[in-house]
Nanobody
Framework: QLQLVESGGGLVQPGGSLRLSCAAAGEPLTNYALAWFRQAPGKEREGVGC????????NWIPTAKGRFTISRDTSQNTVHLQMKSLEPEDTATYYC???????????????WGRGTQVSVAS
């Protein structure tokens, strides 16, 4: 059974950077498409991006284009979400999720991590 654990969240000032990690246990992440979602208080969960094989999609949130990148570290069975030029609007709990293919709809994913909090404030 695949298990996902996110890490790397925290408090950062506007304009700062963070790298989130999603570490997998139980199965190789290369068997799955791995997506990042985020959910701010009072808002719906929204897709940030996804990686399948070595192809990353990071344009699900237009305001994140050029600021967020997704990469895979096969040796560590981990996927990273690198975020730069962070804005207060990026404040949310960030989740990783895995399934057989990429989709921006959270109900398409079977495996989820518990999330890591990202707060952007001065």
């Amino acid at each position: 059974q695949l298990q996902l654990v996110e890490s790397g969240g925290g408090l950062v000032q506007p304009g700062g950077s963070l790298r989130l990690s999603c570490a997998a246990a139980g199965e190789p992440l290369t068997n799955y498409a791995l997506a990042w979602f985020r959910q701010a208080p009072g808002k719906e969960r929204e897709g940030v991006g996804c990686i399948t094989g070595n192809t990353a999609i990071t344009n699900w949130i237009p305001t994140a284009k050029g600021r967020f990148t997704i990469s895979r570290d096969t040796s560590q069975n981990t996927v990273h979400l690198q975020m730069k030029s962070l804005e207060p609007e990026d404040t949310a709990t960030y989740y990783c999720a895995a399934d057989t293919s990429c989709s921006a709809f959270p109900n398409r994913y079977f495996y989820w991590g518990r999330g890591t909090q990202v707060s952007v404030a001065s």
